[in-house]
């Protein structure tokens, strides 16, 4: 949520944090599944108000943001256990989208290869089809994430065995 300069020691500069930088546009929470219990009050109320208080800030500040929030957890389940607010749950689960691991997946590999060779500036550059082969047979426990490093190990020119420290 960010701070202001002098609201505690080391605070040299005001930040303003993801929500005032993200204003008018989206706010991503990666792994939400993970927030601390703890944590979940301030964000619901941040979600419920529209407005956030930055450390050190007498007012709080309108926000306006769109929220995607991803997790592996099944969300559901934690609420049962205790280790997920229901409120919040309930706040963040306005559209879902589940996506299927890669491996339920296979067919996308070819197309994330392609992306990841370009988003990684190397648009020329071609799969050795050893190599080809071996993401296709992998069963991708470490997700999209871990052809994600395969790929960038390729470019870099190191030996890359999928599945032997590819994760």
């Not at 709080?60 to 997790?71: M, Q």
């Not at 960038?152 to 030996?159: F, I, P, Q, V």
Request: charged fraction near 30%; avoid cysteine; hydrophobic fraction near 40%.
């Amino acid at each position: 949520f960010g701070h202001i300069k002098g609201a505690f020691s080391g605070a040299v500069a005001e930040r303003k944090g993801a929500f005032l930088e993200a204003d008018g546009g989206t706010v991503f929470l990666d792994e939400i599944g993970e927030l601390p219990v703890d944590l979940q009050p301030r964000l619901l109320r941040v979600l419920e108000s529209g407005t956030v208080k930055r450390l050190g800030e007498d007012k709080p500040r309108k926000v306006d943001v769109r929220i995607i929030a991803a997790t592996h957890r099944d969300i559901e389940a934690e609420v049962k256990k205790g280790t997920f607010r229901q409120d919040l749950w309930f706040r963040l689960a306005v559209v879902l989208a589940r996506v299927p691991p890669l491996r339920d997946r296979k067919d996308d590999i070819p197309l994330l290869v392609r992306h990841f060779v370009a988003l990684l500036g190397r648009g020329d550059f071609e799969l050795p089809s050893g190599l080809r082969e071996q993401l296709l047979q992998w069963s991708w426990p470490g997700n999209v994430r871990e052809l994600r490093n395969v790929i960038e190990r390729a470019l870099a020119g190191g030996d890359v065995e999928v599945g032997s420290g590819s994760g």
